[in-house]
């Protein structure tokens, strides 16, 4: 097993935190969440390592893979609506969206690169 080859406690902890974060942020497993510590603790990698393997590897068999990763962009607050709206609202709303598919489009194409 890797883990055990790794030969020191930062190096290992490092691994798994890597392991449970991919799955956590990368695949937008909530259910995948640990904390690294708790009142001040800092877990062990051991600790975190039982978790990764009887908590969140199990996830796989239970959860779907998303075909995108989740993501999340800046966005203005919502402001509470007086009136109607004007043309210059619904054409920054619609230039948002074209913003956001073409970051999608260019993040899928690096990925596909690599």
Do not use: C, M
Request: neutral net charge; proline residues 8%; glycine residues 4%.
């Amino acid at each position: 097993e890797i883990y055990n080859k790794l030969q020191s406690e930062a190096k290992r902890l490092v691994a798994v935190k890597e392991q449970i974060l991919i799955r956590y942020l990368g695949l937008g497993w909530k259910e995948a969440h640990h904390p690294w510590s708790q009142e001040g603790t800092a877990f062990s990698s051991s600790h975190l390592l039982d978790h990764l393997k009887n908590k969140v590897i199990p996830l796989a068999n239970d959860l779907e893979i998303p075909k995108e990763p989740p993501l999340t962009l800046p966005a203005p607050p919502p402001l509470s609506k007086l009136g109607t709206q004007t043309n210059a609202t619904t054409n920054l709303k619609i230039a948002n969206e074209e913003k956001i598919a073409e970051f999608k489009a260019n993040a899928s194409a690096e990925r596909d690169q690599r």
